[in-house]
């Protein structure tokens, strides 16, 4: 598309499709992130030290974490604890969310959040995975999924 103008101004503003392709999560040990995942039922494909899971209209991409680093042109600074970001799995109910929260345990996640009572009338929990990836498990009404699910944001009347 390029860029367009923006009405009463000369620059221009960027159209970047509104989508995410792939997340990629840097792992120390990508064998071990690999069998974490796949004892979640996930089913991957290794490709050059590389591992690759569809998940639904994205993937998911587990990376040796100096390599992604590197690739992504900064430094590494391997600190310990909340990176300020979580992924979110979101479930049809209740009870799946405390089922997905079982088998996250048992594949060897850390549940840092019980299931509980959301303030937005949901049901969700947390896991960390063996690379300390944090995991949102929720179920959320007003968030309906597809059969394939795939999310709808509601439109909140806000801009």
């Given at each position: 598309?390029?860029?367009?103008?923006?009405?009463?101004?000369?620059?221009?503003?960027?159209?970047?499709?509104?989508?995410?392709?792939?997340?990629?999560?840097?792992?120390?040990?990508?064998?071990?992130a690999?069998?974490?995942?796949?004892?979640?039922?996930?089913?991957?494909?290794?490709?050059?030290?590389?591992?690759?899971?569809?998940?639904?209209?994205?993937?998911?991409?587990?990376?040796?974490?100096?390599?992604?680093?590197?690739?992504?042109?900064?430094e590494?600074?391997?600190?310990?604890?909340?990176?300020?970001?979580?992924?979110?799995?979101?479930?049809?109910?209740?009870?799946?969310?405390?089922?997905?929260?079982?088998?996250?345990a048992?594949?060897?996640?850390?549940?840092?959040?019980?299931?509980?009572?959301?303030?937005?009338?949901?049901?969700?929990?947390?896991?960390t995975?063996?690379?300390?990836?944090?995991?949102?498990i929720?179920?959320?009404?007003?968030?309906p999924?597809g059969?394939?699910?795939?999310?709808?944001?509601p439109?909140?009347?806000?801009?």
């Open positions: 598309m390029g860029a367009v103008p923006v009405r009463g101004y000369r620059r221009y503003v960027a159209e970047v499709e509104q989508r995410i392709s792939l997340v990629t999560l840097g792992v120390a040990d990508v064998m071990r690999r069998t974490f995942y796949e004892r979640l039922g996930w089913q991957g494909q290794e490709v050059e030290e590389t591992v690759f899971f569809q998940a639904g209209g994205i993937a998911i991409v587990l990376w040796g974490r100096d390599k992604l680093a590197d690739d992504a042109g900064v590494d600074r391997n600190t310990a604890g909340f990176g300020g970001m979580t992924l979110a799995h979101n479930v049809r109910s209740r009870i799946e969310v405390d089922e997905v929260l079982g088998d996250a048992n594949a060897g996640a850390e549940i840092t959040q019980a299931a509980r009572e959301t303030f937005y009338g949901g049901y969700a929990g947390c896991f995975d063996p690379d300390g990836h944090v995991w949102e929720a179920y959320n009404p007003g968030f999924l059969r394939d699910g795939a999310i709808t944001i439109d909140f009347g806000a801009s």
